[in-house]
């Protein structure tokens, strides 16, 4: 009742700030792209006499409330020609505004897609956005762009390593990221085992991350949010594009149904490594299979002019095996249907309604023995949000959502010595969590600007289900054993235990001037869902699971500061950030726990409390011949659990102290560019044995001290080139094509992603035994070339 009565409070508190003044009248619309009827996310509308303005939100849409009388304005984005109108505000108007693109001569190349001096005039901090464009541009294995590797080059994000699934932000593990596509969950953003992500480049229309200041609205996860949003399809007329690359294939097609009125996406691509490979392979390894495919598709109607509909969906699947041996699969499903709807020229919202599912599989095949393991994770949401244009100093946010989580932890089947065993299954596992939030964007003066909200979150784990007591450990790093006759019988949507918590929001800014502004942030997150890994890097077959009676959820909270400037009319961007972040109930895991098909999994985790705190640094040029951005980040992520390192904090495996990123990009003429990433990290944690025993003549590492992540496999670094020769393009001839030529891991870097050890193989004198040899293993130990065909019409 006390956090109802904080919401009320709230509400009455931003209710009281809108305008006075009678004589004011709101103009209010979409804007877009005047050659393919796309919405623009964060294009800026100003009144050049008023001396305000606003930026158009997710959906294009933009309310602007102004005194009545003749207006200037200027709507301007980045890539597009400034359109000017000159309007007589009486009364509330409906403009919808539709930019031209402009050829930028070759001086003016560009690598934002956000107004020119977002960074330092919004309050939002610890936030950086990717346009597609500039994700293309990247240097990329096989020539391939990617999301999520595009995104690690970016200050505060990181990997554990080559090749490993998902990605870092702040010392945060990957199960502490929502990454969303269309507002629907994806749970395992990686195809090949994180070489490629799920998202389709030529369907993604916009990318953000978010690491702090996190708005209201958000929630479910402790370190970050990636909001990946799809194109909508073209709405004038019929666009192919599309791309043949050494390792897969990629073709997307959109077109309008009803010109300006109803339009469509569908996009797919397919790898086909085990196709070129299946004439060289023998014995065993004959039809191996390791492929994945995915498609992405998108259906949008405008209803009329107060209403919209979106219909989109993903569907994707990794396979990889051989055909006597051992095979594995997992995959992605999402679904999202969104309505837009328009009250009034004040009050906008969208309703979310969407369906994630994500399974994955191992199976080991022979004639007489089999063992096949299938899991998956289902989610179902309603997501309602409005957002109310109090006037030019309040935008106030508010909303709810509903989601129910389905877990099937494992179901296996096995037959051995030719004979069928009986199926063995955990039993399914479910959750219902709810929220409520609320939020402003209030403007209280030339120079202050302010960001706040709350969200109130709530976990119910429901039955049907049966729950344990455990045992109290003897020791801190013990397994707990179920207590006899503890178990408890839940029926079907049966609470059996809720939590609830408060996440407050809160970002300031405080603007000196044009060209420069300090900002500060706060934020309180809940994660009520768990990544059960003990992994150096997560592996598509890691489990989830929910907070339950036993397993109490995350609590995570952020403080940020940080100083932005602008430098040359905006051409040059930096800002530095420090960050501190405390963790409350992080997950640990007894020695030698056993994770995967443990009916008792909750004895073998341990109660933890984590911290993360850093620097991050970035200098960005924007504009010219010569662009890019350096990023710096000094930064610790720690973890201190009770019987482990003897309690005092110890390195998290993702702990990465120093992580250079070097990006640029040159434009030689209109058909030749160049680009470049190079990327120095400190290597990330491990444990090594402190001695060792001698056992029957052999000798076993052993670590006395049951130290954790004591010592660190060797630093990282890598350079990547590629070059992009652009087709010649005829003024009467919609066909566009370019090649781009690649070279991964240039210089040929054997970076390690593991060290273990074991005994020598050399013979050693009779009575003595072989001393332990450490092996370091590199994924990517060689220079990859790539060449890839794309084409656009």
């Known amino acids: 009742m006390r956090y109802l009565k904080l ?9 009281n700030q809108i305008f006075a003044q009678s004589e004011q009248h709101t103009i209010s619309g979409y804007i877009k792209d005047d050659a393919t009827g796309e919405t623009l996310i964060g294009a800026t509308i100003y009144s050049q006499d008023a001396k305000v303005g606003v930026i158009s939100n997710p959906y294009g849409f933009y309310s602007l409330t102004l005194p009545e009388g003749k207006h200037n304005l200027l709507i301007t984005f980045v890539g597009f020609q400034t359109f000017k109108k000159e309007i007589d505000l009486t009364s509330n108007q409906k403009i919808d505004i539709n930019l031209k693109g402009k050829d930028v001569e070759l001086d003016e190349v560009i690598v934002t897609g956000e107004r020119e001096d977002a960074n330092v005039s919004e309050v939002q901090m610890s936030a950086q956005k990717l346009e597609i464009e500039t994700i293309l541009k990247l240097p990329a294995l096989l020539g391939e762009v990617d999301v999520i590797k595009s995104i690690q080059l970016l200050p505060g994000v990181s990997t554990v390593g080559e090749g490993a699934t998902g990605f870092n932000v702040r010392g945060g593990g990957v199960g502490q ?6 507002e629907a969950p994806v749970f395992n953003s990686s195809h090949l085992f994180g070489f490629f992500s799920v998202f389709n480049p030529d369907a993604v229309k916009d990318v953000k991350l978010l690491k702090g200041g996190i708005p209201a609205q958000y929630g479910g996860r402790l370190s970050s949010i990636l909001d990946v949003r799809m194109k909508e399809g073209n709405s004038k007329q019929l666009k192919v594009q599309g791309g043949v690359g050494v390792i897969f294939s990629r073709l997307t097609v959109e077109a309008p149904i009803i010109k300006d009125k109803m339009s469509f996406l569908i996009g797919g691509r397919r790898s086909y490594v085990d196709i070129l490979a299946g004439p060289f392979l023998e014995d065993d390894l004959q039809g191996s299979k390791f492929n994945f495919w995915d498609l992405t598709a998108k259906l949008n109607y405008d209803i009329n002019e107060n209403n919209k509909v979106f219909l989109s969906g993903y569907w994707g699947r990794d396979t990889f095996g051989t055909a006597s041996l051992f095979s594995s699969s997992w995959g992605n499903v999402t679904g999202t249907f969104r309505w837009n709807h328009l009250f009034n020229e004040k009050l906008f919202s969208n309703v979310t309604a969407y369906i994630s599912d994500y399974d994955y599989a191992l199976g080991v095949n022979d004639v007489s023995d089999s063992f096949n393991w299938e899991s998956r994770i289902k989610t179902y949401s309603v997501k309602p949000e409005f957002t109310w244009y109090l006037g030019t100093k309040n935008t106030i946010t508010f909303g709810g959502q509903s989601i129910i989580y389905d877990f099937a932890p494992g179901t296996t089947t096995a037959v051995s010595g030719g004979q069928e065993l009986p199926p063995f299954s955990l039993q399914n596992q479910y959750g219902w969590e ?55 019988e839940y029926g079907d949507w049966e609470p059996i235990e809720t939590h609830t918590n408060l996440e407050p929001r809160l970002a300031v800014k405080y603007q000196f001037n044009e060209k420069s502004s300090v900002k500060a942030s706060y934020n309180r997150m809940a994660q009520y869902i768990h990544l059960i890994s ?5 592996s598509p077959l890691d489990i989830w699971s929910p907070s339950t009676n036993n397993i109490p959820p995350q609590i995570g909270d952020q403080y940020a500061l940080g100083y932005f400037r602008n430098f040359k009319d905006n051409m040059i961007e930096f ?60 930064a610790r992520s720690e973890q201190a659990t009770a019987g ?5 904090y110890y390195p998290t495996r993702f702990d990465q102290t120093h992580n250079v990123t070097v990006s640029g990009f040159y434009e030689i003429n209109k058909r030749w560019s160049l680009s470049a990433n190079f990327n120095f990290v400190t290597g990330t944690p ?14 076993v590492p052993h670590n006395v001290d049951g130290v954790r992540n004591n010592q660190r496999i060797g630093y990282y670094h890598r350079l990547d080139l590629s070059a992009t020769l652009n087709g010649k393009k005829k003024p009467d001839r919609r066909w566009e094509h370019y090649w781009v030529f690649g070279f991964y891991n240039t210089y040929a870097r054997k970076n390690p992603y593991s060290v273990y050890f074991q005994p020598q193989t050399e013979r050693s004198p009779q009575g003595v035994p072989p001393p332990n040899q450490a092996i370091r293993l590199s994924v990517i130990g060689n220079i990859i070339p790539s060449v890839s065909y794309n084409f656009k019409w």
């Open 7 to 15: 919401f009320i409070a709230l509400i009455f508190v931003l209710s």
């Open 686 to 699: 491990t444990t090594f044995p402190t001695n060792q025993i001698q056992v029957q003549g052999y000798s």
């Open 534 to 538: 003990n992994t150096s890097a997560a």
């Open 575 to 634: 800002s530095g950030e420090v960050y501190y972040k405390p963790i409350q109930f992080l997950l640990d895991y007894v020695d030698g726990a056993d994770l995967l098909l443990n009916q008792n999994l909750e004895g073998d985790l341990l109660p933890s409390k984590g911290r993360a705190y850093g620097l991050e640094l970035y200098v960005k040029k924007n504009t010219g011949k010569l662009t890019g951005w350096v990023s710096y980040t000094l």
């Open 177 to 182: 990221n929502l990454v969303l596509l269309d």
């Open 644 to 648: 482990v390192n003897q309690g005092i």
């Open 434 to 488: 709810n929220s409520i939030y609320i939020g402003n964007d209030q403007k209280i003066s030339d120079k202050i600007s302010l960001q706040y909200g709350l969200r109130l979150s709530a976990f119910t784990y429901m039955g049907p289900g049966t729950t344990y007591e455990y045992y109290p450990a003897d020791e801190p790093n013990q397994r707990r054993e179920p207590i006899p006759g503890s178990e408890k």
